[in-house]
């Protein structure tokens, strides 16, 4: 079964940092462009980031550019998302899915990051 599972979120001070994780299970991660996206209440679904097959090339939505970096864990068949400098309009729940425009194939759970102090 595929799948993708999310990790990482949680609560953090404005300026503070976090590393989510998008764990694939099911298929082989690198074969495929994986997305970052996050949904605030009340707010549209918002792209902020993508990583190509083979990370050849990334993406970054200018809401989160500079702050936000893409990369992969070939070994742990995994696509991280590390953000620094965390404001309150960073928090949301965080997905991962593939590709990275639609029709989407796979989306994981989400998980919440909420930045607040």
């Known amino acids: 079964q595929r799948q993708l599972v999310e990790s990482g979120g949680g609560l953090v001070q404005p300026g503070g940092s976090l590393r989510l994780s998008c764990t694939a299970s099911?298929?082989?991660?690198?074969?495929?462009?994986i997305g970052w996206f996050r949904q605030a209440p009340g707010k549209q679904r918002e792209g902020i980031s993508c990583?190509?097959?083979?990370?050849?090339?990334?993406f970054y939505a200018d809401s989160v550019r500079g702050r936000f970096t893409v990369s992969r864990d070939v070994a742990r068949n995994a696509v991280y998302l590390q953000m620094n400098n965390l404001q309150s309009e960073d928090t949301a729940v965080y997905y991962c899915?593939?590709?990275?425009?639609?029709?989407?194939?796979?989306w994981g759970r989400g998980t919440q990051v909420t930045v607040s102090s």
């Open positions: 899915a593939t590709p990275c425009t639609g029709p989407y194939d796979l």
């Open positions: 099911g298929f082989t991660a690198t074969a495929y462009a």
């Open positions: 990583i190509s097959r083979r990370e050849r090339d990334t």
